[in-house]
């Protein structure tokens, strides 16, 4: 009986044991948690910085193009016209390209081979840093568009979009320099989801007669349509928050102009530009910009979530 | 009977083959830029790497024409990528651990979950903004504005959420059976974690830190009002609280300079930069596939 009690004593844990598990629970927690307060600590800290710009001008700094830190008079229209546009314009020509080499990815026209060879390759795209993509673009890609630029101004020059003078840097090349960025990004969500798509969706669609193309356009890309749609949010999101390429490529300036072949702005480029010198009230101002990009990038992320969320598949 | 053979003439075979012809032209638009990108910057790059970019400084730009050398963004990338890793590793794998091994799917670990997600979406340079108004502007680090630290922090807010996804999803996949047999034996949580399931999911975890740290040496936009730009060399540990080059930051200020040396500085450094990010991607690509193949026999 002594025995078999002084046995049972021992199996207990030591006091020390058990104070270590539940620090290291607690530990645990408070590290997960880092997330939370860091994310919060952005917003506010963006929304306290911004508060003295906001007060002053309120919603107007959003509709006003006026940015003169001589006369103290700021608004961020440019800086938001040229975000929306370059992000949706790239995006409106990433996604064809985007979604047609990530069918041609998941699809048997080449041996399996090839096309893991070009999946990864477009992945690698990712990888490569921004402002490197920006010194490709200075010093190859404008050179190489220019005579195009020109053409396009000299034939559609009627068109607001191309009624300036193409003269180096403009929005247009930036444009293009972020379908590059994004690219790899929306390819490789298509691919994943073109390829959760079960076998036996695209078996009963040939068995009923389909061809390969009436199959993916009936079948299989609206049965991956959900993933699809997250993946050009994620994008969008990116595009809108991408800086370095686009600053070094844009032309940065704040002159509003409905042209693409002028130098234009986005929020981010501003930002990248103008924060090592600004003083003053120009501070607050570029916080209030900053503030804008985080709302409009977050609403993005978020819908995307939720998107992914409501309409993922259910087989 | 004519109907059982393939008619190319048909209006569906026809679609077909324009369907067809169509998503291959989509995929060589999609890998065309990556191969010019690669293959010029290693071609323009790669002329300029001699044994001095290593060693000098740069000089500032105008006064000659000889633009020196590379040595202090380099030492810097490491040091504000090292210092990014100290912050994000710990913290990401900790609250990874939580995620995976503590929390019961409830409101609190949903939350986290989707505030990794948005973290993961804030644009970069939102998060320099964030670490300069509240370390550059304050000088809260003994007094100095930017310095390598600010920058340091600043990277590791973009590495957090890809550390935090990557353990997560990493203890995730180990199987159930061996923490059972873990804690049956005695054991107790953080036994079974450090000993058992961390140390099989170590290799998935590896593979995505790995990346991170390659995805936040290339960054540039949270670091060029952080951590700015440095033209000398790093001589002592005193220099973490002073401006600090990094290659990223060398790129974006030489590339925008009108002459002709800095320029070619800026290429030097790319080369240097892509080469060694995608040789780590290559490599973590390469052992995630052996991995893979190994667990399926």
Redesign the interface.
Known sequence: MEEKLTLFKNRKRFGIEKNIDIIFKNTALVLSSFVAIILLGIILVVFFQSFESFSRYGLKFLVTSEWNPVKDEYGAFTAIYGTLVTSFLSLLITIPLGVGTAIFITEDFVPKVFREIIGSFVELLAAIPSVVLGLWAIFVMEPFFRAFFVFLHNFFGWIPLFSTEPTGRNSLLAILILVVMLLPIVTSIARDSLNQVPKKLRNAAYGIGASRWKTIFSVILPAALSGIMAGVLLALGRAMGETMAVTMIIGNSNAFSWSLLSPGYTISSMLANQFGEADGSQVSSLFYAAFVLMILSLVVNIFAQWLVKKFSLKY | MNSLYYQKRLS??I??KF??S??????L???L??????T??LYKGGSQITPELFTLEPNPPGDDLDAGGINPALIGTLIITTIASIIAI???V??????A???KGGAF?R??R??????A??????????I???IVSTKILFGSMYSGLAGGMALS?LM??TV?KTTDEGLKLVPNELRYASLGVGA???TT?LKVTLPSAFRSIATGVV?GI??A?????PL??TA?FSYYYITGFGDLFYEMGSL?VL??NF??EPYDAQ?KL??AA?FI??LS??SV??FS?ILAAFTEKTKRV
């Open positions: 569906r075979n679609g077909d369907f067809t169509l998503s291959i032209i989509c995929a638009i999609a890998i830029p990556l191969i010019f990108l690669v010029y910057i710990p913290v990401g900790g609250g990874g651990i939580y995620l091994e503590y929390s670990s939350f986290i989707f505030g990794v997600n948005v973290l979406g804030v644009p970069s340079i939102i998060a320099g903004v964030f300069y108004a509240l807010i957090l959420p935090i107790s949580m953080y974690i990346l390659a995805r040496a290339g960054e540039t936009a060029i009002f700015l990223a790129i974006y590339a925008l320029n800026a290429w790319s930069l892509v990010i995608l991607n290559i690509r």
